[in-house]
């Protein structure tokens, strides 16, 4: 993603002869536009990844906490902790689900 992240100076570093055409000038900041565009599009899969990452194993935590044996052997303290884990995921899916129109806005 950052390999796609270039300032303005970054521009006439690299491309300082023939900056004073306007039709090349036109043309670097269209080749910025696009590359700050495929920034956004990295930023927004990685942040999207990252946290269905997160979702998954906070939901694969209390799954792991359930005994393999029947439900009717569960102890009061295991269910106690299964339903702190769920109540972490489910905290965890309304603040991704929340957050999600403010990313879209900046």
Not at 50 to 71: E, K, Q
Request: overall charge positive.
């Amino acid at each position: 993603m950052r390999q796609y992240v270039v300032t303005p100076s970054e521009i006439i570093d690299w491309w300082g002869a023939g900056l004073n055409n306007a039709a090349r000038l036109a043309a670097l900041k269209q080749e910025q536009r696009n590359l700050l565009q495929k920034q956004r599009t990295w930023a927004t899969r990685t942040r999207w990844l990252y946290d269905a990452g997160l979702l998954c194993l906070l939901l694969a935590l209390p799954t792991m906490l359930v005994p393999r044996r029947s439900l009717k052997h569960i102890s009061d303290w295991r269910l106690a902790v299964i339903a702190l884990a769920l109540l972490g995921f489910l905290a965890e899916l309304v603040w991704t689900v929340s957050a999600a129109p403010r990313r879209r806005a900046s």
